[in-house]
């Protein structure tokens, strides 16, 4: 009886490393297969680290979203658009924003092309292509933004337009000074004032983002994203608000 018992444990052990071999070799193409799909329905884009250079890949979970997926090609010389060129890759997300966004983690040697997945009301949600360039265009890091408070309350920040060229929208963050997300916003344009939307054309904030308090710590992060999200300048930069 404790052989049969051994027995039954190790088939149940090959079948689930099996499964997840299975998983992995699984591709975008096979996955959405039979399913109803949307794509560009995933908010992501991808930079390279400032210290490591490892590709850090953000995407904007939407509420009620279930089985986040990682999806890469081999490298960067594919057609982006086939879905058969895309490995699932099994790793673990992390919260970005205290959960706000989510972020993957990964060392490349090589440059590729990357889609987020999720699925939403029964649909399995595609992210738009995101090609790194770790190599070919890290993502340069540094706090160069102007703010100017003569608004209470409403800070104004400005930046260099298209500083590293290939600039397609800037994704800006207010958040407070333990790094919960206020405000989330797209723009074309190289300023945003919080919480002024009128040049405002993507906004992830849920709720009406809080007043700022005098004397109050915040952080300002800027993404700089181009036409094939990747993250080419980000702005870190902490502010007193007046």
């Known amino acids: 009886m404790k052989k049969i018992r051994y027995i039954i444990m190790y088939f149940f052990v090959l079948m689930s490393c099996s499964e997840d071999n299975d998983d992995m070799l699984q591709t975008l193409a096979t996955y959405i297969e039979g399913n109803t799909f949307e794509t560009g329905a995933v908010i992501a884009c991808a930079a390279s680290d400032k210290n ?15 089985d986040i997926r990682y999806y890469e090609t081999n490298n960067d010389q594919v057609d982006s658009n086939i879905f058969l060129n895309y490995t699932r890759v099994l790793q673990n997300s992390t919260p970005f924003f205290n959960g706000y966004l989510g972020m993957f983690t990964q060392s490349s ?16 949600k595609i992210s738009n292509p995101i090609r790194t360039k770790q190599f070919y265009k890290p993502t340069v890091w540094n706090d160069e933004v102007a703010i100017n ?20 929208i800037y994704f800006q963050v207010v958040s407070d000074e333990n790094n919960n997300l206020l405000s989330g916003t797209y723009t074309f344009e190289n300023q945003f004032q919080y919480y002024n939307t009128n040049n405002v054309v993507l906004n992830i904030t849920t709720e009406a983002p809080p007043n700022l308090i005098l004397n109050e710590n915040y952080n300002f992060t800027l993404m700089d994203v181009s036409k ?5 300048w980000v702005i870190q930069k902490l502010f007193i608000s007046e």
């Open 52 to 66: 490591s250079g490892d590709i850090l890949t953000f995407y904007y979970l939407e509420e009620g979203a279930t």
């Open 109 to 124: 040697a090589n440059e590729k092309w990357i889609i987020i997945t999720f699925k939403l009301d029964g649909e399995i």
């Open 149 to 168: 408070q003569q608004a209470p309350g409403m800070p104004n920040f400005v930046w260099i337009d298209n500083p590293v060229g290939d600039n397609a």
């Open 228 to 232: 094939d999200n990747w993250v080419n």
